[in-house]
């Protein structure tokens, strides 16, 4: 990774161009033609820095909502159970993390409320399991800014 990797992701991370050739508009400003923009990109995705380019959507106003389930898993169900929970287009997140509580695999739902409570209750048959669930209570905005250009220290 180079300085303009570096430059190109400072400008990722804060407003992708909503234009007809964003690409190209990235590459005017790092003076980069169109498809240097779209390899680096592509690099640095395959490196595992970029994971996706997409938007953040207000799902209330598109008449959606979404929820944070949990199921208790063991170590060695957890493979399994994932790529069966992942199967549904409507789940975005999907992972591991200790819990006193015993429910370890998080995940999240996003859809009409009704077709959130077919999901769930189609994994809940599938694994023979209670889940947790936990409907949003209220939206925080998010919005991380990295410092990617970091100055060295004088």
Same mark, same amino acid.
């Given at each position: 990774?180079?300085?303009?990797?570096?430059?190109?992701?400072?400008?990722?991370?804060?407003?992708?161009?909503?234009?007809?050739?964003?690409?190209?508009?990235?590459?005017?400003?790092?003076?980069?033609?169109?498809?240097?923009?779209?390899?680096?990109?592509?690099g640095?995705?395959k490196?595992?820095?970029?994971r996706? %380019?997409g938007?953040?959507?207000?799902?209330r106003?598109?008449?959606?909502? /979404?929820?944070?389930?949990?199921?208790?898993?063991?170590?060695?169900?957890?493979?399994?159970?994932?790529?069966?929970?992942?199967?549904?287009?409507?789940?975005?997140?999907n992972?591991?993390?200790?819990?006193?509580?015993?429910?370890?695999?998080?995940?999240?739902?996003?859809?009409?409320?009704e077709?959130?409570?077919?999901?769930?209750?189609?994994?809940?048959?599938?694994? /023979?399991?209670?889940?947790?669930?936990?409907?949003?209570?209220? %939206?925080?905005?998010?919005?991380?800014?990295?410092d990617?250009?970091?100055?060295?220290?004088?």
């Amino acid at each position: 990774m180079d300085e303009i990797d570096l430059r190109l992701l400072s400008l990722v991370q804060v407003g992708f161009p909503l234009t007809p050739k964003p690409f190209e508009d990235l590459g005017g400003l790092l003076s980069l033609e169109e498809k240097e923009v779209i390899e680096r990109l592509d690099g640095l995705q395959k490196e595992g820095l970029v994971r996706r %380019i997409g938007p953040i959507l207000d799902l209330r106003r598109l008449g959606r909502s /979404g929820i944070l389930a949990a199921l208790q898993v063991s170590p060695e169900e957890a493979d399994g159970l994932a790529e069966f929970v992942n199967q549904y287009q409507e789940v975005s997140h999907n992972y591991l993390r200790p819990n006193e509580s015993g429910y370890n695999m998080w995940f999240t739902v996003s859809a009409t409320e009704e077709r959130i409570q077919e999901v769930l209750e189609e994994i809940r048959k599938s694994t /023979g399991r209670r889940m947790l669930v936990l409907p949003t209570g209220r %939206i925080f905005k998010i919005g991380v800014k990295f410092d990617i250009m970091c100055e060295e220290e004088e």
